[in-house]
Nanobody, 111 residues
């Protein structure tokens, strides 16, 4: 059974940082392009970032603040989020494109 698990979410003040992790069981994550998505209450799901064969993509809303990376030895993908803003508040999901998705981790940016 394939499972993706996100971790690292939480409550942080504006301007703070969090690092999300995405780990998988049942598949080798390094064989997939991995995307990060987020969904805030009442809003559509938004693609945040993607990493594929060394190439990366960022939504304009997070460019310059978020960094996606992968640790092949740990078979884990990370999303480093800096200079967080209240509008970054959402449930963040990772996905092994386009087959599997995790349950998400809550990120709340608030003072």
């Amino acid at each position: 059974q394939v499972q993706l698990v996100e971790s690292g979410g939480g409550l942080v003040q504006p301007g703070g940082s969090l690092r999300l992790s995405c780990a998988a069981s049942g598949i080798t994550l390094t064989r997939y392009s991995v995307g990060w998505f987020r969904q805030a209450p009442g809003k559509e799901r938004e693609g945040v970032s993607c990493i594929s064969d060394g190439s990366t993509y960022y939504a304009d809303s997070v460019k310059g603040r978020f960094t996606v990376s992968r640790d092949k030895a740990k078979d884990t993908v990370y999303l480093q989020m800096n200079s967080l803003k209240p509008e970054d508040t959402a449930v963040y999901y990772c996905a092994a494109l386009y087959d599997y998705r995790g349950q998400g981790t809550q990120v709340t940016v608030s003072s």
